[in-house]
């Protein structure tokens, strides 16, 4: 959900975004916009959007500003909580791509509005299984719309970890010694307690004292039998090219990284532990404080439409909202390449909810975890 460097793939099918938008028509994937000039029709046509760093095709803003005679302006963020901090400085944006969790909680603070339905008129096409997790965070489907959608899980060198034994061990090849300096674990406080709590047979929501103390203890093992390298985007280019002097066999890694790992280096596969782990998504949302609501809908339904999901998904590897796409996507560029349709139905699988207590005490953990 972070920085991402993926090379992009031919998109043929992006050419015909405008002439389908020009003329009210529907795309390759039967999604339907009808082109409008913003400012005749809302009184504004200049909407700021904040996302995650190169979350986005090369061509959806360009072609979106075409359709509606609009003007966007884009920031990035890295984190949630960054993007949080920067919301209650007082920024004001028109459309923000949270995760699930912090959609949650923008939701309890009161800081989103109402989408505007009849203005969302692809909604049809999203993933069901994909709104099956947003009820999650927002019960009543009325403040936010999918984007991507993940998992986390174990990307493995087949020439040197048996799949049957990772299959097998799940989280737990992760405290096998033969690994030892060839595992990386992703620099994440919330992903690496999951993994421990998930390997403990525990919810990764949990409050439990006793829990968390286990989890922390835990991953103390870690580092003492596998001697983790700690990495965040970095992983990507150490799974596609191995170090000769120092190969890693095990990463922990984001569904999206995975498949694009996978597509880069043969030798590799991904597996979402039978312990469990997080599937997430990330939605767009209108804050409650937006300049200009109604073109803020209207590129939230133009995101949703064949073309833009297609243009999104393959430029940047996650795994699509839009059912067509990611079906298309996976029997097409990503054929064969398993990490790219996370999995879904898993009664261990879990998404993360917003405790803001639990997410302040493993941050003291977490610091005497790398401290180790």
Not at 87 to 92: D, F, N, V
Not at 272 to 289: C, F, H, L, R, Y
């Amino acid at each position: 959900m972070n920085y991402r460097t993926f090379k992009k793939a031919g998109i043929a099918a992006l050419v015909s975004v405008l002439a389908a938008c020009s003329s009210g028509g529907s795309s390759s994937g039967g999604s339907e916009i009808e082109a409008v000039d913003a400012k005749e029709a809302y009184g504004c046509n200049v909407i700021n959007i904040y996302n995650w760093g190169e979350y986005i095709g090369e061509d959806v803003i360009p072609n979106f500003e075409k359709a509606f005679n609009a003007k966007v302006n884009y920031d990035m963020f890295d984190s949630n909580e960054n993007m949080y901090t920067r919301l209650m400085g007082g920024s004001a944006y028109d459309v923000l791509v949270p995760s699930d969790y912090m959609i949650e909680r923008l939701l309890k603070e009161n800081m989103l509005q109402k989408l505007d339905k009849e203005l969302l008129t692809n909604i049809g096409d999203l993933d069901p299984d994909v709104v099956e997790m947003q009820k999650v965070y927002d019960p009543t489907l009325e403040y936010s719309v999918p984007y991507f959608h993940g998992s986390v899980g174990l990307i493995y060198n087949t020439q040197n970890v048996d799949p049957a034994e990772i299959e097998e061990k799940g989280w737990d090849i992760l405290l096998d010694e033969k690994y030892k300096n060839k595992v990386i674990m992703y620099d994440s406080q919330r992903d690496s307690f999951m993994i421990a709590f998930k390997a403990l047979g525990y919810s990764m929501n949990t409050s439990d004292e006793n829990e968390i103390q286990e989890a922390y203890e835990w991953l103390r093992k870690v580092n003492e039998t596998v001697n983790p390298a700690y990495m965040t985007d970095e992983v990507i280019d150490t799974m596609i090219n191995p170090n000769a002097n120092n190969p890693k066999d095990i990463a922990v890694v984001y569904s999206g990284d995975a498949a694009y790992i996978m597509s880069e280096n043969e030798d590799m596969d991904y597996i979402e532990p039978k312990q469990g782990t997080n599937i997430w998504s990330d939605g767009m949302v209108i804050p409650a404080n937006a300049n200009c609501a109604p073109l803020a809908n209207e590129f939230i339904n133009y995101i949703l439409t064949y073309d833009a999901s297609y243009d999104n998904s393959i430029t940047v590897g996650y795994t699509s909202s839009n059912k067509q796409v990611s079906d298309d996507i996976s029997t097409g560029d990503y054929e064969g390449i398993g990490a790219y349709l996370p999995r879904t139905g898993y009664e261990k699988d879990e998404v993360f909810r917003f405790n803001e207590v639990l997410v302040q005490k493993l941050s003291d953990l977490w610091n005497k975890v790398k401290i180790n």
